[in-house]
């Protein structure tokens, strides 16, 4: 019998890092939790289960930071949050979110009366990184509702919680490969797609993604990749080779100052830039082969 947590641990985390640096951070705290990141006054504050062994716990949360920034500078403080504080802090001020004209993003809490075109998506914030919460999200959404055709079968790389692909099979995917190695976003991504009523569409799949897996998925009409600028420079010759000869590619996650760089490797790989969204610091980009 799986029991409900009592309570949950806090972590907040300020270091003086660069921007890039502050990326490489938050995705390194994501892939310990599986859960979101929120920013308050330059501290970042995620929320992990309650750990057997807690002073152990942090000397090994300690050494994954300063192998992920390279910098011992680290102010590290800890509370314990209860199950339902925890809970309520997600669902203060959040509400329906308008992407695009038709896509709208709420968490389940919410109601909302849609326009007859609307295509609603359910999700709820804090389980696994993608919600309408974060420009990257945002950005991928608009793009894929720019790009994307009746009947493409397509790859969500990094899947998270799933809202890029259940947005695939809303606006008429015949099939969305969800790809996510980490087991507490894959879970919230099986979850996110049963409440949404697109299981038939999309088949969620519990790997982290490498060149070869990739290559035996394709081809496909499409691949969304919402993961960290690094990521994306080392899969470029994988999403190459996994799309059909006129295929499309969205990716995000990318800092704007990144951006003129991460250009120009895409370019180097055979992409031409089609289509530009800014949101905030990240830019996202749709691309197709030259």
């Known amino acids: 019998m799986k029991y409900p947590k009592l309570r949950w641990l806090e972590v907040g985390i300020r270091a003086p890092v660069t921007d890039n640096e502050a990326s490489v951070l938050v995705d390194t705290l994501v892939q310990m939790c599986g859960r979101g990141v ?16 807690l002073s152990g716990f ?58 007859p075109d609307d295509i609603v998506i359910v999700i709820d914030p804090g389980m696994a990184f993608g919600t309408a919460e974060h420009g990257t999200t945002r950005g991928s959404l608009r793009l894929l509702a720019s790009v994307l055709q009746v009947d493409d079968r397509i790859l969500d790389v990094g899947s998270g919680s799933g809202i890029l692909a259940i947005a695939a099979a809303a606006l008429g995917a015949s099939e969305a490969i969800a790809i996510e190695g980490d087991s507490p976003s894959f879970e919230a991504l099986q979850k996110n797609v049963e409440e949404n009523a697109v299981s038939s569409r999309i088949n969620c799949v519990e790997e982290w993604a490498d060149a070869q897996s990739l290559q035996v998925m394709g081809p496909v009409d499409g691949i969304v990749a919402n993961i960290e600028t690094g990521v994306l420079c080392s899969f470029l010759p994988a999403f190459r080779n996994a799309l059909i000869e006129d295929g499309w ?16 490797n895409t370019r180097a790989e055979g992409f031409r830039c089609a289509e530009v969204d800014r949101d905030g610091e990240w830019t996202s980009g749709l691309f197709k082969n030259v």
Request: hydrophobic letters at 40%.
């Open 249 to 264: 590619l969205v990716m995000s996650g990318i800092l704007s100052m990144e951006w003129p760089r991460f250009l120009e």
């Open 58 to 115: 942090i000397e090994i949360l300690r050494s994954r930071i300063n192998s992920a920034i390279g910098n011992e500078e680290i102010h590290l403080v800890t509370r314990w949050q209860a199950n339902e504080d925890w809970s309520e802090k997600w669902k203060r001020g959040l509400g329906p979110k308008r992407i695009t004209d038709s896509i709208v993003v709420r968490p389940s809490w919410v109601q909302f009366h849609p326009e």
């Open 38 to 53: 929120l920013e308050r006054e330059g501290w970042l504050y995620t929320y992990f289960e309650e750990p057997d062994d």
